[in-house]
């Protein structure tokens, strides 16, 4: 366990259906992420949250929709995707300020996402 | 724009050292990390440098030279259970949760 938890594990989908994934934090962080990981690529992140404000990515589609009720708690709503979002949606918190503890992600297992 | 450069794959003995490079390209430098990540599991951070030289943790060094943007992280010893995907990342800017950049990733297999 790393203090990062993420479920749904595995989540299969068809395109028109509406479903979210859920990530919470037990380690105090202030900052929480939402990366997505596919096959030969580098993590693309998706969603930053910090001290519970969103910092904008306007490379995502609007089809993926995040929520930070609280510190502890990510969610990403999705909404009619396409077979290419089928990939590994991973969560991190961290503890944003100038010190080391910027630099350390601290990572979920992440949610298999397959979209048929 | 950000860009990193790793081997995508590795392969080493059981017991040997292997040495895993990263070069980068971004528009500012506030560190270099490094995550290990097994099948099905979560990255896990492994190091951290903002100065250069050689940070050593147990069987796990990296290195940094700010001058050539690169770096390395070396596993001596190495035992099977260190076959996993290896990440750098580049911070670019001091502040800032959306300044963290990741490589592809490097592949190591361990065999026997």
């Known amino acids: 366990e790393t203090g990062v938890t993420q479920t749904p594990r595995h989540l299969v989908m068809g395109m028109t259906n509406k479903k979210s994934l859920k990530c919470e934090q037990h380690?105090?962080?202030?900052?929480m992420y939402w990366y997505k990981q596919s096959a030969k690529k580098p993590l693309e992140l998706m969603f930053v949250?910090?001290?519970?404000?969103?910092?904008e990515n306007n490379s995502v589609p609007s089809r993926f929709s995040p929520e930070c009720p609280n510190s502890s708690h990510l969610f990403l709503h999705l909404h009619t995707l396409q077979p290419e979002d089928s990939a590994l949606y991973l969560c991190?918190?961290?503890?944003?300020?100038?010190?080391?503890?910027?630099?350390?992600?601290?990572f979920g297992a992440g949610s298999r996402l397959t979209v048929l | 724009g950000q860009s990193l450069e790793q081997p995508s794959e590795v392969t080493a003995v059981e017991g040997a050292i292997v040495q895993i490079n990263c070069t980068y390209q971004?528009?500012?430098?506030?560190?270099l990390s490094w995550y290990q990540q097994h099948d099905g599991g979560a990255p896990t951070f492994l190091s951290y440098?903002?100065?250069?030289g050689l940070e050593e943790t147990g069987r796990f060094s990296s290195f940094l030279s700010r001058s050539d943007s690169y770096g390395y992280l070396l596993l001596q010893e190495l035992q099977m259970k260190d076959s996993a995907s290896y990440f750098c990342?580049?911070?670019?800017?001091?502040?800032?949760?959306?300044?963290?950049?990741f490589g592809t990733g490097t592949r190591l297999t361990v065999i026997p």
């Open positions: 971004t528009s500012g430098f506030y560190g």
């Open positions: 380690l105090g962080h202030n900052a």
């Open positions: 440098n903002a100065l250069d």
């Open positions: 949250y910090s001290l519970e404000e969103r910092v």
């Open positions: 991190a918190s961290s503890q944003e300020g100038r010190g080391l503890g910027a630099n350390v992600l601290t």
């Open positions: 990342a580049v911070r670019s800017d001091q502040t800032g949760a959306n300044n963290l950049f």
